[in-house]
């Protein structure tokens, strides 16, 4: 589903990536973590078409970036840190200004089941000025699952989440993985971020140094691996 092979990225004459080869397939959850300055949002951006990569190949869904980065669109959802919505608005403002950048007809019988879905059915015409951080995320899942798309980037989602929210972005993420979306999300949060992965992808000096199966390797010892290789 996201393939990038020799993917490289310069910053003036500061290389970022150096010859990045990744492969997410279809359904699949996969964990990208590694120090800062490592690449990752970059990484993400790329694939998300927000950035043009310096050299190699990046297909997603089988199509080649950045030449068919409309069709891509149609076909991605970005969660990060932050929610990517209009503080002055409500939920179901927000999400209706959404459903008609992505051209979505008769959008709200979806938009009231996806703020059931994430927990927002009590909060419908509240100003999201108001909202607790959790229940922005929240929101940002509705807005970034409108339009129904294969895959989820996510960048560091799970920042500023007090606990309760945190177990219940891991309900929601599990949804989104049990409905045959492809994930790709950047973590620091090891104990939470890679509790559901199926695979981890440490990114080190602009390389990918190692994929790790989640199902047979321990968290303790994906976290020993990333210190052998991040600190070396």
Same mark, same amino acid.
């Given at each position: 589903?996201? %393939? ?39 990484? $993400? ?47 179901? @403002?927000? $999400? ?20 059931? @879905? ?5 909060? $419908? ?30 960048? %560091? ?10 177990? #219940?972005?891991? @309900? #929601?993420?599990? =949804? =989104? ?21 199926? =695979? ?23 976290? %020993? =691996? ?7």
């Amino acid at each position: 589903m996201i %393939e990038l092979t020799n993917v490289t990225k310069n910053y003036g004459l500061n290389p970022v990536l150096n010859g990045v080869n990744l492969h997410v397939k279809e359904n699949q959850f996969v964990a990208l973590v590694g120090p800062n300055g490592a690449g990752k949002t970059t990484l $993400l951006r790329i694939v998300a078409t927000l950035q043009r990569p310096g050299g190699g190949q990046v297909t997603v869904g089988g199509w080649p970036l950045p030449d068919h980065a409309d069709q891509v669109r149609r076909h991605i959802g970005m969660i990060s840190h932050q929610a990517m919505v209009y503080g002055d608005l409500d939920a179901v @403002e927000n $999400l209706t200004y959404y459903a008609g950048l992505y051209q979505i007809e008769n959008p709200m019988e979806r938009i009231l089941a996806l703020l059931d @879905e994430v927990g927002l059915q009590r909060r $419908l015409t509240d100003p999201v000025r108001t909202f607790s951080r959790g229940m922005m995320q929240r929101l940002a899942i509705a807005r970034a699952t409108l339009h129904d798309p294969d895959v989820l980037l996510l960048d %560091e989602p799970y920042t500023g989440l007090d606990a309760a929210a945190i177990g #219940l972005l891991d @309900e #929601l993420l599990a =949804q =989104q993985h049990g409905a045959g979306r492809t994930i790709l999300m950047i973590t620091h949060d090891f104990v939470h971020g890679l509790s559901q992965c199926q =695979q981890v992808a440490i990114l080190n000096k602009g390389k990918i140094a190692a994929q790790v199966d989640r199902s047979t390797t321990s968290v303790n010892d994906i976290i %020993e =691996q990333y210190r052998e290789i991040t600190q070396s």
